[in-house]
């Protein structure tokens, strides 16, 4: 590309580098991002409608810092089973942080930092176990959410590494 032009929310800057660094303090919400690019002299030979011009445009979701999240209903204690096991009864604990996480997840898992989440709003999350099996954790991965508008009720889809054979993955579900 010959030329960037970038436009970020209701930042009145155009930011002309392909690369740049902006700070969203105490923003937080849907943000539209727009990148036009710039060919000088496009390759008309083999792409004989460019124009040497492209634009794209993509919706963001800024999550509120730290201080801004330990309200929401996420964060706290949930008791439930997993679908195949409903007489293995545990707790799981979901603590903000700068990294979030849930910890007494899957049951089992005793690992201390607990497993990293990442928030979506501020009733749903994604999991990624990140290889946490070396502390019996099986690499969870997969989905959460708060059921009905009480927040009493947390659902996580997941998929975790099969105890007996690691290569193999296991679907699963908390309620």
């Known amino acids: 590309m010959d030329a960037y032009e970038w436009a970020v929310?209701?930042?009145?800057?155009?930011?002309?580098?392909?690369?740049?660094?902006?700070?969203?303090?105490?923003?937080?919400?849907?943000i539209t991002v727009?990148?036009?690019?710039?060919?000088?002299?496009p390759d008309?030979?083999?792409?004989?409608?460019?124009?040497g011009?492209?634009?794209?445009?993509?919706?963001?979701?800024?999550?509120?810092?730290?201080?801004?999240?330990?309200?929401w209903p996420i964060f706290g204690l949930f008791e439930g089973a997993d679908e195949d096991a409903p007489e293995d009864i545990y707790t799981v604990d979901f603590m903000p942080f700068?990294?979030?996480y849930i910890k007494n997840f899957p049951y089992g898992c005793e690992r201390t930092g607990g497993v990293a989440i990442h928030l979506t709003t501020p009733r749903a999350f994604t999991l990624f176990g990140q290889d946490y099996n070396i502390h019996d954790c099986w690499d969870p991965?997969?989905?959460?959410f708060l059921l009905d508008d009480d927040n009493n009720t947390l659902v996580i889809e997941y998929s975790m590494e099969?105890?007996?054979?690691?290569s193999k993955r296991i679907n699963k579900k908390f309620i």
């Open 53 to 71: 011009f492209a634009e794209v445009s993509k919706s963001i979701f800024m999550k509120p810092g730290i201080h801004e999240i330990e309200g």
């Open 141 to 144: 991965k997969g989905e959460g």
């Open 34 to 41: 727009t990148l036009k690019t710039y060919l000088d002299q």
């Open 98 to 100: 700068f990294n979030n």
């Open 44 to 51: 008309v030979t083999c792409f004989p409608q460019d124009t």
């Open 9 to 30: 929310g209701s930042d009145p800057t155009t930011f002309t580098d392909s690369v740049f660094f902006l700070n969203f303090y105490g923003i937080e919400g849907d």
């Open 162 to 166: 099969d105890p007996s054979d690691p």
